[in-house]
């Protein structure tokens, strides 16, 4: 970031949104240009109740009054006043420019000696806070404001990113601020805890990064969460960054095990960090984090068990490497082996060959499949219904929107005439979270019944799965 041009005797930091420059010191006279909160400009003189000034950036001179600007010599006699300006900013919604300003111009007036990580992290957590109210709108009456804070904010050296993602722009904060946070000895813990959440961000990830460089980008993800205390961080914090341990290793757990790597460590890690969750600190805002970071470690759950080494000689299933990339799923019983199976599919995704669970007449088979870090199918293979040869394979997904964040999962087989399935469904998609529990209809796999909750059902009560119920993360 960069923090002075040039030695300026003094400055005027632009406190209004929408203050004109104007000509002459006149209100009638012809406007130059409109500046914004935080902008900074050289002030050259006075004349009545304006100050003339000189904008570098436009390279253009001009006059402003003197009630929308306030005046800085940058000398370090003047330095804890910016401090405090900025530290009340710092939680001002909606001053996140001015703010930048302020904190900018304390790094030019401080000592370097007395620069400690607090003005960095006041400004990173502006410049996030920023990037955040251009992403979703939130406060926003007039977007083309905050589109001038963002221009303001890049004059200042804060260096924002933008990605597309499910149709809409996501602007995300460069992180410069943060990582310097993380350098400093001196930090604080919940400094640190602050610059590692910052760095962190799930929406912040470039979606254009290929598997290696996604892997690669986790991994120093990880190793940045770590680099958090363990002792000294505020409840709140402390929380929050659980959370995003949780869904950091998620992800490791699912990218080692499509490379064929042990990702056993990496679900456990993620597992604990949702297990240390202090429920009782969650504030409203960290509910949906906690929802969400669930739906994650959900997802992968699966790689903390172990391959099946012996299947039984029943309905079971086998994998075969297809195409370059594809894992190919193959339907077996006692009288069909890998050469002429009973049914085949392949797929890109994570299979989670130990999640095969058979129905205890061999007419249908129930599968994980992960296509995503963050969404898992759960394949059905059907028996052949009079009149047909084939058996047939329907993908349930987690939801009907677009992939997110969710995952659906084999729960227990109900018998009887008209045998049931049951299933536990997570999602969060297109903005909306969902959770519940169903009853599908084996021969056409429509729901019969859902709930909320799986003690609603009866069903769930008798014949739930004892593994499924165990492992779940369904019934936090």
Request: hydrophobic share 45%; with cysteine.
């Amino acid at each position: 970031m960069i923090l002075s041009t040039a030695a300026l005797a003094t400055m005027a930091i632009v406190t209004q949104n929408a203050a004109p420059l104007r000509a002459s010191p006149r209100d009638a006279a012809t406007q130059q240009a409109v500046l914004w909160q935080g902008e900074m400009l050289e002030v050259r003189g006075e004349r009545l109740d304006y100050l003339q000034v000189y904008d570098h950036r436009r390279e253009r001179a001009g006059y402003i009054r003197r009630a929308q600007v306030r005046t800085t010599s940058l000398k370090a006699d003047e330095a804890p006043g910016l401090l405090s300006v900025m530290r009340f900013l710092k939680d001002t919604p909606g001053a996140e420019a001015l703010g930048i300003g302020y904190a900018t111009a304390y790094l030019q007036a401080a000592p370097s000696a007395d620069i400690t990580a607090e003005p960095l992290d006041a400004l990173a957590t502006m410049a996030e806070r920023l990037a955040t109210r251009a992403s979703t709108g939130a406060g926003q009456s007039a977007p083309a404001t905050v589109s001038a804070h963002l221009e303001v904010a890049a004059r200042l050296g804060v260096a924002m990113k933008t990605y597309e993602r499910d149709g809409a722009m996501r602007i995300c904060y460069d992180g410069d601020m943060y990582r310097r946070v993380l350098s400093m000895r001196a930090a604080e813990p919940d400094q640190k805890a602050r610059a590692a959440l910052g760095l962190t961000r799930h929406d912040c990830v470039d979606p254009a990064l290929r598997p290696t460089e996604r892997l690669q980008h986790d991994q120093w993800r990880a190793q940045v969460l770590d680099m958090v205390p363990a002792a000294g961080v505020d409840p709140l914090l402390a929380n929050r960054v659980r959370l995003r341990r949780a869904g950091v290793w998620a992800a490791l757990a699912h990218a080692q095990a499509h490379r064929a790597e042990d990702a056993k460590p990496a679900a456990t890690r993620a597992i604990e960090a949702l297990a240390g969750v202090d429920k009782a600190q969650l504030t409203d805002d960290d509910q949906a984090d906690y929802t969400e970071a669930a739906l994650r470690v959900g997802a992968s759950r699966w790689a903390l068990e172990a391959p099946i080494i012996t299947p039984n000689p029943g309905l079971r299933i086998t994998t075969v490497p297809g195409a370059p990339g594809e894992t190919c799923v193959l339907l077996l019983d006692a009288r069909h082996d890998a050469k002429a199976p009973l049914a085949r599919r392949c797929t890109y995704g994570q299979v989670w060959a130990a999640s095969a669970s058979a129905h205890p007449a061999g007419t249908a088979l129930a599968l994980a499949v992960q296509p995503l870090a963050t969404w898992r199918e759960l394949w059905v293979f059907r028996k052949p219904v009079a009149g047909a040869t084939e058996w047939t394979v329907d993908v349930l997904p987690p939801g009907t929107a677009q992939p997110g964040v969710g995952y659906i999962e084999f729960a227990g087989w109900v018998p009887g005439a008209e045998p049931r399935l049951l299933a536990a469904r997570e999602v969060r998609a297109e903005g909306r979270q969902q959770r519940r529990f169903e009853v599908l209809r084996l021969d056409t796999l429509a729901i019969d019944k859902e709930a909320g909750t799986p003690d609603l059902l009866t069903a769930f009560k008798r014949w739930q799965d004892p593994a499924w119920k165990r492992a779940t993360v369904s019934l936090r």
